[in-house]
């Protein structure tokens, strides 16, 4: 509730101002030939991220398909709608339902406490004793790694438009972002995260050291193995340039979006590439704020960067950011609902790489 009520606020800033004939009227004059090819744009990043997710799952579970990561990525956009960040632990799920059983030798011990149970307890049921390749642990750690390359990939963009657009851009991230948030942390917050820090180290060296005594212990100690071998998998992936050259491709994408929204309004036509790639990084830092779906968050952080570094009108800005969500809001929509939909009717097992 609390992150929609964020969303609600930043939307009304937003549009407070918009004069709705003149929104309109930018409307009919944009060319929606570049909005079609933003959505297709978003389709083939969409492709791409199942492509390089499904590389990293590959030393976990060979058989992880094509399909079932691509459907699992559109499950997880649609499900950050309902709640934010909600969609990584969808797709995780998704991905654990789909992963093949493991073998007898991948499975973990039995521990203490159930072979130490009475010989008249029920037999589990079949549900319960199936283990995967891909658990859920696991593929969470894959997760990790993923979304881990991806902001370092934002980060190096933002890190080079600041060093070599520092008059273009610097002062909107040092009057508009930084400065803000320096703001509205008072130093004393510091010493709390350090004293949270403290007792996080002092409780996980307890729960390493007493893992063998309490079975609640050695659980969580599992997961945490789990997702530690779901980020190393990136080290045991046979054809890491794939991966790099997904990520490349990905992101190329993003910029593709970002500048035919761009090229579609006539207000902006006299902006070029690096400007694209600016609007995308301030776009990039908008999904990340918890918001579901990013609504409110996209636009006003979009809408104040076009109105700080270029002057273009805030009434204008809003018009840019509205397109460029929502048209990737609806793409999101309709992949995840035929994502869905498809999963629901086809049950059937297709070939291993499908």
Same mark, same amino acid.
């Given at each position: 509730?609390? /992150?929609?009520? #964020? ?10 101002? !918009? ?17 079609? @090819? ?12 199942? @492509? ?7 030393? #976990? ?12 990525? +559109? ?22 339902? +789909? ?11 039995? /521990?203490?406490?159930? /072979? ?27 997760? !990790? ?13 933002? #890190?080079? @438009?600041?060093?070599? $657009? ?26 709390? !995260? ?19 005594? +309490? ?24 054809? $890491? ?48 704020? *918890?918001? *579901? ?29 509205? @397109? ?5 809001? #609806? ?24």
């Amino acid at each position: 509730m609390v /992150s929609v009520a #964020i969303a609600a606020v930043l939307l009304y800033f937003s549009f407070r101002e !918009v004069k709705w004939n003149h929104f309109i009227g930018a409307l009919q004059s944009c060319h929606w030939g570049y909005i079609m @090819l933003s959505m297709a744009a978003s389709i083939v990043a969409f492709w791409f991220r199942g @492509l390089r997710w499904r590389e990293i799952l590959l030393p #976990i579970d060979p058989s992880i398909r094509r399909r079932t990561t691509f459907n699992a990525v +559109n499950i997880g956009y649609i499900a950050n709608f309902v709640f934010p960040r909600i969609g990584e632990f969808v797709r995780c799920g998704f991905i654990t339902k +789909n992963s093949s059983p493991a073998a007898p030798s991948d499975m973990a011990a039995p /521990s203490a406490s159930s /072979s130490s149970s009475s010989p008249s307890s029920p037999a589990p049921s079949s549900r319960e004793i199936v283990r995967k390749k891909a658990s859920y642990d696991k593929v969470l750690g894959t997760v !990790v790694l993923e979304r881990s390359w991806d902001m370092i990939v934002m980060f190096c963009f933002l #890190i080079a @438009l600041l060093v070599f $657009k520092w008059d273009d851009f610097g002062t909107f991230f040092v009057e508009e972002m930084w400065r803000p948030i320096a703001r509205a942390v008072d130093f004393s917050i510091w010493w709390i !995260v350090l004293g949270l820090m403290i007792l996080l180290g002092i409780a996980v060296w307890r729960i390493v050291a007493a893992r063998e005594k +309490n079975p609640f212990f050695g659980k969580i100690c599992g997961v945490f193995s789990g997702l530690w071998q779901g980020l190393v998998s990136f080290a045991r992936m046979k054809n $890491k340039w794939h991966f790099l050259l997904y990520t490349l491709i990905i992101w190329a994408m993003y910029w593709l979006m970002s500048a035919s929204t761009m090229w579609a309004l006539p207000a902006l036509g006299a902006l070029g590439p690096a400007d694209a790639l600016f609007l995308m990084v301030a776009g990039s830092l908008g999904w990340l704020v *918890p918001v *579901p779906g990013g609504f409110g968050a996209f636009h006003y952080i979009v809408s104040l960067a076009l109105s700080a570094i270029y002057g273009i009108p805030f009434e204008q800005g809003i018009v840019f950011a509205t @397109l460029s969500h929502e048209s990737q809001a #609806i793409t999101m929509a309709l992949c995840g609902g035929a994502s869905y939909l498809y999963e629901a009717l086809h049950k059937e097992s297709l070939p291993a790489g499908d």
